[in-house]
Nanobody, 125 residues
Framework: QLPLVESGGGSVQPGGSLRLSCAAS????????IGWFRQAPGKERERVSC????????DYADSVLGRFIISRDTAKNTVYLQMNNLKPEDTAVYYC??????????????????WGQGTQVTVSS
């Protein structure tokens, strides 16, 4: 079983919403900093949000600030990305990643320990 599995992607019209889930198995997300990344065709992968549980900090890319919200459910060992007011430029494959330890600040460039397989988000009219 994969250590991280994303779900919740799909196709929506501009202005719509989606909630992505990132479920972990075999380890506790409480011990890791969690990031959501995306990669559009022909573009580099970019991080859109970060949750540093130990540091109690969240971070967002300017392009999604005010529209996306990262959260976690400790009991379900799952992190979410609520995406509102979606725009065509949000179209990409979205990945979650876990980087230890949980106190790692969102400014760190440390490579993740785990990656998910990705989920496609398409925003189009």
């Amino acid at each position: 079983q994969l250590p991280l599995v994303e779900s919740g992607g799909g196709s929506v019209q501009p202005g719509g919403s989606l909630r992505l889930s990132c479920a972990a198995s075999g380890f506790s997300l409480n011990h890791y900093q969690i990031g959501w990344f995306r990669q559009a065709p022909g573009k580099e992968r970019e991080r859109v949000s970060c949750l540093s549980t130990g540091a109690r900090r969240t971070d967002y890319a300017d392009s999604v600030l005010g529209r996306f919200i990262i959260s976690r459910d400790t009991a379900k060992n799952t992190v979410y990305l609520q995406m509102n007011n979606l725009k065509p430029e949000d179209t990409a494959v979205y990945y979650c990643a876990a980087t230890g330890p949980s106190t790692l600040p969102c400014t760190s460039s440390k490579k993740p320990d785990y990656w998910g397989q990705g989920t496609q988000v398409t925003v189009s009219s």
